[in-house]
């Protein structure tokens, strides 16, 4: 099988651009998340945002290594069996942009039930990186973008991301997305 390519778990072909996996825009959306413009479009024209593929699990822990450089390096051997269990989770969500033929930024999507705001779902993106070598050109925020549209076709009412960060210009790439760090007051606890 073509790598990125055939149907996903949920039907739809993983390899399309995003615009073609999930398009829904019903009547209830007031407001839309606009990422700023990225510096360099042509770039990012050539990209495709889409699922990630069963057989990319290599590419993802390239990425993540970038995103957390202290955590210990999985093998993917390691970590086959959480993986298939990732994969078979209609509610979780790994989006990725594909650039050359290689993986230049992925975010998680997790989708939660619920019984508030009319028994509407809400999304959590979380595992939010651009690869070293591509960060500034707009590969994050065409990231952002569909897993937002994503969580928009699946009729979530909002999208919540934290950031641990303390860098300025993350913040100000999230806010860029629409999201407001005002909006909400975040907590965490480490359980480790």
């Not at 495709?48 to 990425?63: C, K, N, Q, Y």
């Not at 070598?133 to 925020?141: C, L």
């Not at 569909?146 to 950031?163: E, F, G, I, S």
């Amino acid at each position: 099988m073509e790598r990125g390519r055939g149907p996903s778990r949920h039907g739809r072909s993983v390899g399309r651009p995003w615009q073609e996996i999930s398009d829904y825009r019903g009547p209830s959306r007031t407001t839309s998340i606009h990422c700023r413009r990225p510096r360099r479009p042509s770039r990012t024209a050539m990209a495709t945002a889409r699922l990630i593929g069963a057989d990319e699990l290599d590419d993802l822990l390239d990425l993540y290594r970038m995103l957390n450089p202290d955590d210990p390096a999985l093998a993917p051997g390691d970590v086959e069996g959480l993986w298939q269990e990732m994969m078979a989770d209609d509610d979780l969500d790994i989006v990725v942009v594909e650039h050359d033929g290689r993986l230049v930024a992925t975010c998680v999507l997790s989708v939660t039930k619920n019984l508030t705001r009319g028994a509407r779902p809400f999304a959590l993106v979380e595992n939010v990186v651009t690869h070293e070598d591509y960060r500034g050109e707009g590969f994050g925020t065409q990231c952002v973008e569909a897993a937002v549209d994503r969580a928009r076709a699946r009729d979530c009412y909002k999208v919540m991301l934290l950031t641990g960060s303390e860098a300025g210009w993350k913040h100000e790439f999230y806010e860029g997305c629409g999201f407001d760090r005002d909006a909400k007051t975040g907590f965490t606890l480490d359980l480790t």
